[in-house]
């Protein structure tokens, strides 16, 4: 099993599918959770009964294979012609379904600051961008960093799906590898590697951070 | 404004088709969670033994479920094991790779549910006269499914949503698989992956549904 054909040439062939990974999760990361943020307080201001289309729109997101979302993002944008390649649809489409799980992660911290608080801040004379600017953010913050690393660590791996596109990220790449050299598990176990470096640190930071800022520990 | 016309009639005709691959899905999920709930049993068990070489089994086992793509997983079970003279076919790949994953996230909820319940309960059964199994079955386990079975029906959901990445190993007989080979034929992509699209919805929703009127009826207090 060891004596590969392997050449260096090949491992960057592979650092760079690992490259287009990291900036896909970066991209739709980035967009992912300012427009999961946007969503997420919308949803708390205007209460369950208004947000209920909002609601629903990102409920799709979420209940919807991430694979299917793609392939139907990539028809719709052939067909409104939009002339987007595969990089700008697969950041397209994974922004919009990291929104829908950040807006949850953000509702969610928000309602966990307590009532009395932003009532107090209020009464101290604050206004609503300075209540949730001082002190809903950093309370939530602490509540919703953990998940919402898990969340990029998750959007991370699912980005192993725009391969589908023909985009040539990590898994793809190892593919690519792996139909010249024919020797599959090796290269598939190189590439499960690099997912395992890129993604257990970061995991166990999460778990890290959950412990310590659990709230009633 | 689109300069396309959509097609729905040739999706809706092929319905009943891609409701049968719906069943398929259904089927691959329910039975790759039933692998997965009992390997997750059993890395559990693994984990509490105290056995150094099971619980550190069980630890890879969960770290690298958890920490690699589930396609990353059916891949290996279908490109990869070929290498030990094992060739699964795509149906095969599919069950082995997202139980796997099942198994890694229900024995890491079952750690959680676990830790959940204090020690002093078990120490109360037991002080009571019951054996550690009496403790265990009538005390702690009723405790630990209240709280770990409402995510393990989102893992069932996961579960739902992963078997659609069947198709990338050349699944062709669940609802991605069934759509992509309609769409092969047709090139109405956008109308047999939004048809799709709402039927797993209506799945993943209904499994949602019921499972919280399961846990209303078995955890009421």
């Known amino acids: 099993m060891f004596d590969t054909t392997l050449t260096l040439n090949d491992l960057a062939f592979l650092a760079q599918g690992a490259a287009m990974t990291l900036a896909v999760t970066a ?4 967009a992912g959770t300012v427009l999961g943020i946007l969503f997420g307080v919308i949803r708390v201001q205007i209460g369950p009964y208004w947000s209920a289309p909002l609601t629903f729109a990102l409920d799709v997101f979420r209940s919807v294979p991430l694979l299917i979302q ?66 809903v953010a950093p309370l939530a913050t602490r509540v919703s960093l953990p998940s919402w690393i898990g969340l990029t660590l998750g959007v991370m791996k699912d980005s192993a799906l725009v391969l589908w596109l023909g985009l040539i990220e990590l898994l793809r790449a190892s593919q690519v590898l792996v139909t010249r050299l024919q020797e599959p598990l090796f290269i598939l176990l190189i590439c499960g590697a690099i997912y395992f470096i890129l993604s257990f640190p970061i995991a166990r930071l999460g778990g890290y951070l959950e412990k310590r800022w659990s709230p009633n520990d | 404004m689109f300069n396309y016309t959509f097609h729905w009639n040739q999706a809706l005709k092929a319905l009943p088709q891609m409701l049968d691959g719906a069943l398929v899905t259904l089927e691959i999920a329910l039975v790759s969670m039933a692998i997965g709930l009992a390997c997750a049993i059993g890395l559990t068990l693994f984990r509490l033994s105290g056995n150094r070489l099971l619980g550190s089994f069980a630890s890879a086992w969960v770290e690298i479920a958890r920490n690699t793509p589930a396609l990353f997983q059916i891949y290996m079970a279908h490109f990869g094991l070929g290498n030990f003279g094992l060739h699964l076919s ?22 959680g549910a676990l830790k959940a319940i204090p020690d002093t309960q078990t120490r109360a059964g037991r002080s009571l006269g019951m054996t550690s199994l009496q403790a265990f079955r009538l005390v702690v386990l009723p405790q630990m499914l209240r709280v770990a079975f409402l995510p393990a029906s989102n893992q069932m959901v996961w579960a739902i949503l992963m078997t659609s990445l069947g198709v990338t190993v050349g699944m062709n007989a669940d609802l991605a698989g069934v759509t992509q080979e309609l769409n092969a034929r047709s090139f109405r992509t956008f109308e047999f992956f939004a048809l799709a699209a709402v039927i797993y919805y209506v799945i993943a929703k209904a499994v949602t549904l019921a499972a919280r009127a399961l846990a209303w009826r078995m955890f009421r207090y």
């Open chain 1, 27 to 30: 991209v739709s990361v980035a």
């Open chain 1, 70 to 135: 793609l392939v139907l993002g990539n028809a719709f944008q052939s067909i409104a012609k939009l002339g987007w390649g595969p990089f700008a649809t697969s950041c397209v489409v994974l922004s919009l379904y990291t929104a829908a799980f950040c807006a949850e992660i953000v509702r969610g911290g928000i309602s966990s600051v307590p009532v009395t608080t932003r009532r107090a801040a209020r009464s101290l004379g604050m206004t609503w961008w300075q209540d949730m600017r001082h002190i």
């Open chain 2, 90 to 111: 795509p149906y095969a790949a599919l069950l082995v790779g997202i139980a796997f994953n099942n198994a890694g996230y229900l024995a890491e909820n079952f750690r």
